[in-house]
């Protein structure tokens, strides 16, 4: 999506200044969207030793070309981004109100993505993902597919694990984007029932599930079939369920705090980078808190990272 943030000018021509009545100010244009946060990470960890691509639609406008090219040098394969004549790319706004507290506008209800999987290109989307080994999608991807395209993508990744394919999956529950709890816990549950690897946040779940503990959370995952399950929560502890154990695995709490946005996202892409690199869990979890922690040090969903090392 296109990212609209204050641009953070001092300046007297760039605020202040009232033009027919209208106070100016100034918008810095940023691309962003969870699942590509995770994409970005991956392959700023992985560089070439993996083959990390996006899938979305965009439009054949000029930002969407910018789009494709600012991913393109970030080391992500765009190959797969499929471009709609006429369609033009989701949008949102970052607004902070006077407390500081940054809340997000949104202009995506006919964004090219909500298309996916439903397109004249579908068949051939769904033969190159079938080549891939790994497939990664949240629950903002699910909520914001049609119902058919939906559907089509439930029925690709059962033949695609059918194959020999894995997916991974974080909930990243956003209520405004569900018609209602009930839907999207149903859409979610089966989701969770044909990953591999479930990337869940505890606040997510309690929001949604009302689960009253970590360990509530990891067993109502696992029992609908997710084989390993990491939870995320913040400062504290991860729980990783792997192998029908759980561990519990200490994060240090950072000192440095700027921005969490991206915190689960970039956590994600540094877990799945160490276990894509045949790493064992709890490596991959100090592979995940140390790309979170450097994010959240910094301004901004897409930030500058050092790769974890193991
Ligand atoms: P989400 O962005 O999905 O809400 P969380 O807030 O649970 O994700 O955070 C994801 C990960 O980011 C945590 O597991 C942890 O590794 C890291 N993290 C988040 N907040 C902090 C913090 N205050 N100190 C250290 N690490 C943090």
Redesign the pocket.
Known sequence: MIELSRADISGASASGTEVSGNQRELYQKRYGGDTYNTAYYLAQCAKSAIDVNYVTALGDDTISADMISTFSNAGVNTDLIEKIPGAVPGLYAIQTDENGERSFLYWRSEAPARQLFQTPQSETLKAELMKKDWLYFSGITLAILYPKGREAFFEFCQAFRAQGGKIAFDINYRPRLWASEDEARSIIDRAYAICDLALP???DETLLFKVNSPQEAIDRITKLGAKEVVL????EK?YVHSHGQTEKHA????TD?KD?TS???S?NAGYLYARLSEQDTPTAVKA??NL??QV?AQTGAIVPVTPPTF
């Open positions: 946040s505890y606040d995320k929560n913040g400062a991860v994060i240090v709490p950072a705090v969490t915190a689960g996202d956590f995940g808190a979170a922690k959240i």
